[in-house]
Each structure stands twice: as C-alpha cells, then as structure tokens.
C-alpha cells in the first residue's frame, strides 16, 4: 500500500512560493519536473483510438498532484490542440501516493508518473502525418511550491495498415496497469452520519485485506490528515472516514479509489462511486490524534496558488479541449 511520505511543505512555503510566482510569472521551474508526451503507437491509423502518455519526471523531494490534490495542491491541466476530427479523452489517473506533514495530507506523485489519456482518431485523415500537441500547467512542491508549465508533443505518421507499438507501448502499458480497474466481483457500500463516513467492501476470493485506504476525490467530504479506520465486519470488511468540518452535511454519494494491500504479495485498486445512506455508524479502530488543518488557512493557500497558475494561463491561451 502506498505510505506516507514526509515533506515540508507547510503554509508558509506555499505562501512564500506563490508570492514568487506572483512576482515573477515567468518562473515556471520547468528544472524540478521534465515533461513529455509518449505514445503507444508507432502511426495512426484512422478512426481506431490509442493511448498517448504525459510522462512527468521529478527531481527528487519534489512531487506534483493527483486530481484531488486533498488539503493542498493543484492537479496537472493539460489543453489539448489536436489536429481535425480528432479528440482527447480524461487522464486516467493513476493511483496516487501520499505526502503528509503535520498539518496536511496531499495526494500525488514522485519521482515519475505517465497519465494515460486516450487519443480518438477520425474515420479519415487526409495527411501523411498528424502531430498531437497540449499545453501542460502544474503545481510542483518540495519545500516551496512552484507552478510549472510546457509544450507538449510528438507527430506520427499515418498509416491504413494494423497499428504497430511504438518505442513507448511498455511504458504507456505500465503506467495503465496503475490506473484503477472497476469493481467487478466486489461487494460496495456506504453509510454516514455525524461522527463518521463508512465504506463497506467484500473483496472477490483470493484477496485477504491487512490495510486499505480510500482516496476521496471529491472536496468537502472527509479531512484528509485524519487516519482513517480498517478493520472486520460480518459481512466483510469497514473502512471509516472522518467527516469533513466544513461539510455541509452527508455525502449523496461516496467516490474515489479503494486501495486494498492483501497479504502476501496480494493488492488491488479499484474505482468507488456508490451510494452513501444515511445512519450513525461507529468508527473502526485508527492511529490516535488525527490532524487538522483550520480552513480558511487551506483556502488561503489554494486560492493564491490557484492565482498563479491562472496568471500561466493568461500568459499562453492555446485552444481546443481540456482535460
């Protein structure tokens, strides 16, 4: 299972890191994160789709952020600018890793990580070659914080004949092996109430779970310092949440990844989005003293992030789709 990692990127250093960003926009730190766009396939072939691949590399101690970067942070954006008929789907987001201080739990990754994104091709392509392009913004934090953008691409040629694997297919496979997979064979629900938010799961047969931890991606439904709770139930296995302070009430539905560490050598990782019914459930047994982050600290420190980075946007303004 993915463990916590120390980092220090306290308030402070977000602050001192966007001021930087607010008076110098052109400091985009492209030196602590290399970008790059793979593909899985070595030509195009009209209308069947493929894989493309944002690869980003990080200096070590730096990270960047999963889609919901949890108390801190901002996930990578990416405009597409694609050539005609063609379209881009969502990152397939792998399953992030977790940065915690003593104050903040964030959601992302070191070290590399390759966001899969599906490439859709037109029925026809009148070219020989056809070149996928997208600019790319992040945030990339360590001690300070620093937004970071660049240009990303790569042309390939046009082919009529069965796609072959480019020089990248292990590498985009890989990286989709990490993408959760959906719940097929899994039992799934969920219940909240004042004091706690209970997910409720039964694996398939074969998967004996030691550990599990839910990764929320929606705001305002869980604090993310706090530990969360595991352990038997009768039909199966609970994990607990604690409810966010500045939720306006029960979740209508409860989604994220569910990583699940089994014993031996055993793992997996899979899609929720379930239902969440409304009760008083008892909180599993967790670590002692959860932390907490006041809000209006948290919003303070996103908002000024989040200004920055609109000040990169402003700056390059490419067109087409978004992802």
């Given amino acids: 299972m993915p463990t916590p990692s120390r980092v220090k990127s306290t308030a402070i250093a977000w602050f001192l890191g966007s001021l930087t960003l607010l008076s110098s926009p052109s400091v985009a730190a492209e030196s602590n994160v290399a970008a790059s766009l793979l593909s899985e396939a070595a030509s195009v ?85 056809v070149t996928i392009s997208g600019a790319l913004q992040w945030l990339e934090c360590q001690d300070v914080c620093l937004p970071g953008a660049a240009t990303v691409r790569f042309s390939l040629p046009v082919s009529t004949q069965k796609t072959a694997p480019g020089p990248d297919a292990a590498a985009l496979a890989a990286a989709r092996s990490k993408v959760p997979g959906p719940p097929s064979g899994w ?5 909240a109430g004042p004091r706690t938010i209970a997910l409720a799961f039964d694996p398939p047969s074969g998967l004996t779970p030691r550990s599990a931890y839910l990764f929320v991606d929606q705001p305002l439904v869980t604090e993310h310092a706090a530990p969360q709770g595991f352990g038997r139930s009768r039909d199966g296995y609970r994990l607990t949440l604690q409810p966010a302070a500045n939720a306006s009430g029960n979740p209508a539905r409860l989604s994220g990844v569910l990583w699940v560490e089994g014993r031996g050598s055993k793992s997996a990782a899979i899609r929720v989005d379930v239902p969440v019914a409304g009760g008083d459930p008892d ?41």
């Fill in 45 to 129: 072939t009209p209308g069947v789709p493929f894989h493309a691949g944002i690869r980003m590399r990080m200096r070590p101690g730096w990270h960047v952020y999963w889609k919901n970067p949890g108390d801190s942070g901002l996930p990578p954006k990416i405009t597409w600018s694609l050539p005609g008929g063609f379209s881009a789907g969502p990152i397939e987001w792998p399953v992030p890793e977790r940065f915690q201080d003593e104050m903040l739990m964030s959601y992302g990754y070191a070290g590399e990580v390759i966001l899969p994104v599906e490439m859709i091709p037109p029925a026809t392509i009148d070219a020989d070659s």
């Fill in 187 to 191: 039992s799934l629900s969920a219940e």
């Fill in 283 to 323: 909180p599993a047994s967790a670590p002692p003293n959860p932390r907490k982050w006041p809000l209006a600290a948290t919003v303070g420190v996103v908002a000024i992030a989040g200004l920055g980075l609109l000040l990169l946007k402003r700056r390059a303004r490419p067109t087409s789709t978004r992802t």
